[in-house]
Each structure stands twice: as structure tokens, then as C-alpha cells.
């Protein structure tokens, strides 16, 4: 069965510092992997994807997220943070196949607050 | 260009009342999904569909039915409403071109049961 963890409910960071965001993930063959972001009273917006190829992903707003395989692990990373960032992020895996592909398991969040 | 639009944003209901929530989407995407968001719970998948005329189960559909006669929406319904379906409910949709095509989410419907 496919399943995802975020093992912190809160991250905080202050603005400037790096932050991370941890999620690690079981799923049966090749994971699609995802992260999403989500502001208050809006829906999950896209941040960046894993399909395969070079572990370090590049998203949106300038974050990125590593893939390791033999961790089952794929963090969300920023190299300096903003106070705006402060969001709720979640972190999804799909698996590849017939019939895997069409559900989307997600995590179940961890809050970024970032302090001035 | 609306994306996924979900109506209505509010509503609270009596226990068994019965409603229905609308999703549509302009991007025509074959897929599309409809979520519970609960604290501490992530989002857990109550129903989807993978084209027209087309309906799945997901990991929580018990009380909840839906369908898909236009490829544009997607209709969530509570026939008999429960406070335990106090939630955001939120609809997405994507395009069925790969497994890594990314979910595009509307702003949610906040319902609450009294």
C-alpha cells in the first residue's frame, strides 16, 4: 500500500535561513513524487515534481526538493526563506500503472512558519 | 482562464439535510477528484472519476455520491448529512496524458453540520 509521512507538524525558520521540509514515502515500483503548497482559504497550488533522472528537482517560487531513492525520502528545500513562504505543505506520491496512477496519496501536511 | 471552480465556497447544514457541491473545470482534463481536507489528516480521496460518465471510489465514499455527465464537471452530493462530514471539501482535476501530470485544486467548499 502507498503511504506518505511528514514526520514534523511545524517547521520554523527564520527569514534568510535555509529551511526543509521532510516526507518520506512506501510505494510498490516508481514513485511519481510531489509537493503542494497551500495558503489559507485556497486550494493545493503545484510546487515541483520527481519523475526520474537528476534527484534535485527545481519548482516554483525557488524551491527545490531532493530525491533519495534508498531513503524512500524526498525533502523540500530552500536555500534562503521568506516570510511569505510561510504556507502549509504537502507532500504526495503516486505510483506508476494502470491502475496506481489515478490516486494521489498525500501527506498530512507540515506547517512553515517563517519569522522575520 | 478559471481553472477549477468549485461553488458554493460556505454552506452549513442541519444533520440530515441533503446538498450537492459543483466542481468544474475549464482546462479539459479527463481526471478529476474530490477530497476532505480534516486537521492533522492530509487529504483523503473520496470519490474520483476518469472520464464522462465515469465514477471510482476512493479511501473515504461512504455517505457521499457523485457524477460526472460532463467531462467539465464533477457533482458531489450528501444525501443525508452527518456532522461527521463537517469538512473542506476540495475538487480537483489533471490531465490523464501520464501518471506525473500535477493536480489542479479549486479554493474548497467549507460545510459544516450542526
Known amino acids: 500500500a502507498q503511504s506518505v509521512a511528514q514526520p514534523e507538524d511545524q517547521v520554523n525558520v527564520a527569514e534568510g535561513n535555509p529551511l526543509t521540509v521532510k516526507c518520506t514515502y512506501s510505494v510498490s515500483g516508481n514513485p511519481y513524487l510531489f509537493w503542494y503548497v497551500q495558503y489559507p482559504n485556497r486550494g493545493l497550488q503545484f510546487l515541483l515534481k520527481?519523475?526520474?533522472?537528476?534527484?534535485l528537482v527545481k519548482g516554483s517560487y525557488g524551491f527545490e526538493a531532493e530525491f533519495n531513492k534508498s531513503q524512500t525520502s524526498f525533502h523540500l528545500k530552500k536555500p534562503s526563506a521568506l516570510v511569505s513562504d510561510s504556507a502549509l505543505y504537502f507532500c504526495?506520491?503516486?505510483?506508476?500503472?494502470?491502475?496506481?496512477?489515478?490516486?494521489?496519496?498525500f501527506g498530512a501536511g507540515t506547517r512553515l512558519f517563517v519569522k522575520a | 482562464n478559471a481553472g477549477v471552480t468549485q461553488t458554493p465556497k460556505f454552506r452549513v447544514l442541519k444533520t440530515g439535510q441533503s446538498m450537492t457541491l459543483l466542481c468544474a473545470q475549464d482546462?479539459?482534463?479527463?481526471?478529476m477528484y474530490w477530497y476532505r481536507q480534516d486537521p492533522g489528516m492530509g487529504l483523503r480521496l473520496i470519490h474520483y472519476s476518469v472520464g464522462e460518465g465515469t465514477t471510482a471510489k476512493g479511501e473515504v465514499p461512504d455517505g457521499y455520491n457523485v457524477s460526472r455527465l460532463k467531462k467539465q464537471n464533477f457533482l458531489l452530493g450528501l444525501e443525508s448529512a452527518a456532522p461527521s462530514q463537517t469538512s473542506v471539501y476540495f475538487c480537483?482535476?489533471?490531465?490523464?496524458?501520464?501518471?506525473?501530470?500535477?493536480?489542479?485544486f479549486g479554493d474548497g467548499t467549507r460545510l459544516s453540520i450542526l
Open positions: 482546462m479539459n482534463h479527463e481526471y
Open positions: 520527481y519523475i526520474t533522472g537528476d534527484n
Open positions: 480537483a482535476s489533471r490531465l490523464s496524458g501520464g501518471d506525473n501530470q500535477p493536480q489542479h
Open positions: 504526495a506520491v503516486r505510483a506508476t500503472g494502470n491502475t496506481g496512477g489515478f490516486k494521489t496519496i
